[in-house]
């Protein structure tokens, strides 16, 4: 039978802990009281003794029963049972859950289809603010900076209530902490764990680091006193990882896509024109067909350091008042050092063969360099970031008498990411030998193949060329009032209502110290050859096909960052070219302000069939107002045959406005069809509100242009949250006490969505070289539009004292140097300016099956689910310009297989991603970039040694699987990555 919603108990949750795996399970099983599948800290409960593997499969089976709408969830357990080494990489586990990898842990979620920016992320029902200088101000949260140890429970809501915050249209995720109360008595355990990640160790010596395996330690304390009046929780943990990876890319994207009837400059010859005798399967007049800008292969080792802790009062003076207090800490320092060789293409004469169309992709392509004296890029990098998130929070619950309760909550908390290096947050130097000669990019096979012909380190030694030191800070802070009561109206019905106001500020800051002389920054001999260091290429991607060619460039050098910037300062005697800037450059801000009320009846209907319903309306209002200061540009300077640099003046404040209001009304039915089994039914209005960086103020040009012109992005204050109306049909049948089946069908149609667009712009009214008067005497004179060499050699012999045009000293192939200043009457740069309006629609659609058994009291069992999402918005990979199309949609999947005594459990668990458009824009322009299918096996031991002392092992992706990205064709590589196992061995005591 159905129990009404004031009478509904709900699982037992687990306490909050920073242990690790082993000891959660026992930290779970005495627990008496805590919360099932509500956002706020104080709803009734059920006991339930947890004891290992079984117990949490139950509390999650019960967990997804007994709630109004469909919500899957994780308690404890089942998360120190993974081999997980954060909360995505738990949450992956669920149905219609994907994650996003960073850095080889799960990092991002997307929910039936629905990208990290539409899902919304509570902590103990509060919304939490976000900050990350790799997402460029996105709403999504990065699940990397928590440690799975510290949460008790994961809550994932699937259909929208009135009372739950909005923001989420795939799903709203509660994160879950422990009430000292909740769990009378003393508890204590301490873990330590030691990783070895393999891929820490297949790295070029300059980007390695020593240690080889690095710390783990966790621990709780709790208790409560005065006959449970007064309780204190704390937790703590502490990790250190070592990791590589290695990334073959196009990085700077496709240059086009052309037609092949099209003649622009860049193109392949036509049919009969000269040069098109070296092209194979021409693509045809109306085929679409890009060009690589480089091919890049990059080294990377990262150390990270990450520290979580949580510590929270609970003060009861009577038993129907409680008051909660408490702290919770994350800090994730990430430094990442890196090596790479590259080579850069100018679309000059070619050899190509190609795939066969609509959209035709290279399977070779070769660039004619007769002269060699094209650069061997080999850059270093160094990153250096930590990011910091805080929250505070007060709870009070006063239940007033029986049939009326009420609960204040309010939290102030932050997120902010920065430099943690007196460098910068993001460093590069360029170094190069000028000795290319031909060049080739095989992408015939899934690892790209660079040949190079010529190449003489000897004769052209490496130097320093170009270097950007950039910094980098973002903060994004909430302060939040929530108000809800609970009101016993009837014997089977209850008011919920509500109210609350959030304000969100969020600001981005930047800026970049850059030194564009990528001809070379001063001499080769400014660099004693013992800072060069050999290395290859090869064995860094050994898993990833096509990488044993003999054709392949194998050969490089490395260098220490450090030393080489000191070098660089040394040899130009300005070292303020190799250090960040001390003020920002761009500095944006948003003010956020939202107010909310709610109401929801809550009844049970005394029908044949028992039947719950739960009608709600919520009501947002929303204020935001948008400052930017953002630099103003005043010029163009060509300083190298590709570089143009824009030149900037003092920034200037803008301020712009934006408000919106919205009514979102829901429906939860279920029915009880027999009492194992459920039929629901949902319907709902939800929003996703915009990204940060979309609704930021002022218009910002990229620091570097091109010959074609150069790129920058625009904010619009004014756009309005996507507006979504989802219907779920779920059913469920619950036919043992850890066993069931459920399949469901979900469809959202999305409407406002936030269409990115490119248009052709020129701001600020600045003049470039191309195409003014002195480069149209060079083409006179003899100079190919596409040899800039030629043409800016005939400026510097010929007119070395025009207006704006300073020379240099010739380089070592005895081409001209120098910079040529764009001037009054030469044509306005045009700029592709990328912004953001509401004008798409949308809509998906798809179902989920869920199955979980276990075998009788074998130990063994199974849990297996699958998810199909579907949109006939995709991307046309045979048409040019921007397109408008879904993002993160992908079939998905997951098989675990369990086994459990009372001395060993192991988990065994298959996730895979099938494969998905992750971006309608690549680093060129509008492109798709394709994420391929990915599947990860991982697999966790554990074995009791006594009762108070165990011993758990886990392995994470075992088969040792790369990544791989590609545009509109497979043989369009945009990366694949080579990263590697990890391995864990721990023991936790219980005290």
């Not at 399977?363 to 160094?382: C, H, K, R």
């Not at 100079?783 to 045009?805: E, K, L, M, Q, W």
């Not at 458009?917 to 991982?938: H, I, K, M, R």
Request: with cysteine; aromatic share 10%.
């Amino acid at each position: 039978m159905h129990y009404p919603r004031t009478k509904q108990k709900l699982i037992a949750l687990a306490v909050s802990s920073a242990c690790a795996a082993t000891a959660l399970p026992a930290w779970a099983q005495d627990a008496a009281q805590s919360q099932g599948a509500d956002l706020s800290s104080s709803q009734p409960v059920q006991s339930v003794v947890v004891t290992g593997i079984r117990a949490s499969m139950q509390s999650s089976l019960n967990l997804k029963r007994n709630s109004d709408g469909i919500v899957d969830g994780i308690v404890a357990e089942d998360i120190g049972k993974f081999p997980d080494t954060n909360l995505a990489e738990s949450l992956q586990r669920i149905s219609g859950v994907s994650i996003d990898r960073s850095i080889g842990e799960g990092s991002k979620v997307t929910v039936r289809g629905v990208g990290p920016d539409f899902n919304m992320v509570l902590l103990n029902g509060r919304q939490m603010p976000t900050s990350n200088l790799g997402d460029l101000n996105g709403r999504a949260f990065d699940f990397a900076n928590l440690a799975s140890e510290a949460v008790s429970q994961l809550q994932v809501y699937k259909t929208s209530r009135a009372e739950t915050p909005t923001g989420g249209i795939g799903a709203t995720l509660n994160v879950m902490t422990a009430r000292p109360l909740d769990r009378p008595g003393m508890q204590a355990s301490v873990g330590v764990k030691g990783v070895y990640d393999k891929s820490a160790s297949n790295l070029p010596g300059d980007v390695k680091d020593g240690k080889r395996v690095t710390p783990e330690i966790s621990g709780i304390y709790s208790n409560t006193w005065n006959d449970n009046m007064f309780g204190v929780a704390v937790t703590a943990s502490y990790q250190e990882r070592n990791l590589g990876y290695s990334t073959a890319s196009v990085g700077n994207g496709w240059k086009g896509p052309y037609r092949g009837s099209s003649t622009v400059g860049g193109t392949i010859p036509q049919p009969g024109a000269p040069g098109s005798e070296n092209i194979t399967n021409r693509p045809g007049a109306n085929d679409v067909y890009s060009l690589p800008q480089n091919l890049n292969y990059a080294f990377n080792g990262v150390q990270r350091e990450r520290t979580n802790g949580q510590l929270t009062f609970q003060f009861a003076p009577r038993k129907d008042l409680t008051t909660t207090l408490d702290y919770t800490y994350s800090q994730n320092k990430i430094h990442t050092r890196r090596q790479d060789l590259s080579a850069w293409f100018n679309f000059g004469p070619s050899a190509s063969s190609w795939t066969d169309g609509p959209a035709a992709g290279p399977l070779v392509y070769t660039e004619f360099l007769p002269a060699g004296t094209s650069d061997i890029a080999m850059g270093g990098a160094d990153f250096a970031t930590v990011s910091e998130n805080k929250s505070v929070g007060f709870n009070t619950l006063w239940k007033v008498n029986s049939a009326l309760r009420l609960e204040l909550d309010v939290h102030r908390s932050t997120a902010e990411s920065q430099a943690d290096s007196p460098w910068g947050s993001d460093n590069v130097l360029g170094t190069a030998s000028f000795s290319r000669g031909d060049t080739t990019a095989d992408f015939s096979e899934d690892f790209p193949v660079l040949s190079i012909a010529g190449a003489d380190f000897a004769r052209a030694p490496q130097q320093v060329t170009g270097s950007a030191f950039r910094n980098g800070y973002m903060k994004g802070e909430i302060s939040q009032a929530q108000f809800k009561g609970r009101l016993k109206v009837m014997e089977s019905s209850q008011l919920n209502f509500g109210l609350s106001a959030t304000k969100v500020d969020n600001r981005s800051a930047f800026s970049t110290m850059q030194r564009d002389t990528w001809g070379g920054a001063t001499s080769p001999a400014d660099y004693p050859s013992s800072v060069w260091h050999p290395a290859t290429v090869r064995g860094y991607f050994d898993k990833i096909d096509g990488s044993g060619n003999p054709k392949l460039f194998n050969n490089f050098y490395t260098f220490n960052f450090g030393e080489v910037r000191d070098l660089a300062i040394k040899a130009s005697g300005r070292p303020d070219l190799y250090s960040v800037k001390g003020t920002w450059d761009t500095d944006q801000r948003t003010e956020e302000k939202s107010k909310a009320l709610y109401l929801q009846f809550n009844t049970d209907w005394d029908t044949a069939l028992p039947i719950h319903t739960a009608i709600g309306v919520r009501y947002e209002k929303t204020d935001i107002v948008s400052s930017a200061l953002v630099q103003t540009a005043t010029g163009i300077s060509w300083v190298s045959q590709n570089e143009f640099p824009v030149q900037f003046g003092a920034p200037d404040f803008t301020t712009l406005t934006g408000k919106y209001n919205n009514l979102l009304p829901s429906i939860d039915t279920d029915i009880e069809l027999r009492e194992d089994m459920k039929l629901r039914l949902s319907y709902g209005e939800t929003i996703g509100r915009p990204r940060y960086d979309q609704i930021q103020g002022g218009t910002v040009l990229s620091n570097l242009a091109r010959v074609d012109g150069g790129t920058g992005t625009a904010g619009n204050p004014g756009l309005k949250p996507v507006e979504s109306k989802n219907l779920d049909l779920s059913y469920e049948w619950y036919y043992g006490k850890q066993n069931f089946f459920a399949l469901g069908f979900f469809k959202k149609n999305l409407d406002n969505y936030a269409g990115q667009s490119q248009v052709d712009a020129n701001p600020f009214n600045l003049h470039t070289p191309v195409g003014g008067a002195l480069w149209n005497l060079a083409l006179a004179n003899g100079c190919a539009s596409a040899d800039t060499t030629c043409i800016r050699n005939y400026i510097f012999r010929n007119h070395p004292t025009a207006p704006g045009v300073t020379p240099g000293k010739d380089d070592a192939s005895g081409n001209a140097t120098g910079t040529i200043v764009g001037q009054p009457g030469d044509p306005l740069a045009n700029f592709r300016i990328t912004s953001f309006s509401n004008q798409k629609k949308a809509s998906l659609k798809g179902f989920e099956v869920n199955v979980q058994h276990m075998f009788g009291n074998s130990g063994f069992g199974v849990s297996a689910n699958y998810t199909y999402v579907d949109s006939g918005l995709g991307f046309d990979n045979a048409s040019a310009g921007e397109q408008f199309a879904l993002v993160g949609l992908s079939d998905s999947a997951n098989l675990i297989g369990i086994y459990e005594n009372d001395k060993w459990n192991v988990r065994a668990a298959f996730n895979w991603r099938d494969k998905f458009l992750a971006s309608t824009f690549d680093g060129a322009g509008p492109n798709p970039v394709y994420t391929e299918a990915y599947g990860q096996f991982d697999l966790s031991v554990g074995y009791a040694i006594t009762p108070q002392l165990s011993m758990q092992f886990e392995g994470i992706n075992l088969a040792n699987e790369t990544t791989r990205q590609h545009g509109r064709n497979e043989r369009m590589l945009v990366n694949a990555t080579q990263a590697g196992a990890r391995y864990m061995l721990g023991l936790r005591y219980k005290f």
